[in-house]
């Protein structure tokens, strides 16, 4: 598999949300209301989940360099934003939303 092919396997998995999916997400108060700030303006993660809906709706073969590079940006955040679950019930939590910013529904 090339290295492209590795970043595209590993960004399927971590991105369990669709296109249309992360989208309606993304125009909610929930998913606006957590991540990082920067300036006051839009969240990393929320400037993120728009850039994840461009990306699942190109094809495999339109993708740049770019893309892969923020493929590869996503795929960590996942795995290291899951491995600090809390505990409890995660249904309503910023955690969770945080996640759903980068594409990955945790109860999915």
Not at 31 to 50: F, L, N, Q
Request: glycine share 12%; proline share 2%.
């Amino acid at each position: 598999m090339t290295d492209d092919g590795r970043i595209a396997a590993d960004f399927d998995q971590a991105v369990n949300m669709t296109a249309a999916e992360l989208e309606r997400w993304l125009e909610t108060e929930e998913s606006g209301s957590v991540g990082d700030k920067a300036g006051g303006g839009e969240s990393t993660g929320h400037a993120s989940g728009r850039r994840i809906v461009e990306i699942l709706r190109k094809k495999k073969g339109d993708l740049t360099e770019d893309d892969h590079a923020h493929m590869r940006k996503v795929t960590g955040y996942v795995h290291r934003h899951l491995a600090q679950r809390p505990s409890g019930d995660v249904r309503e939590t910023a955690w969770r939303y945080s996640l759903m910013n980068w594409g990955h529904d945790p109860l999915k």
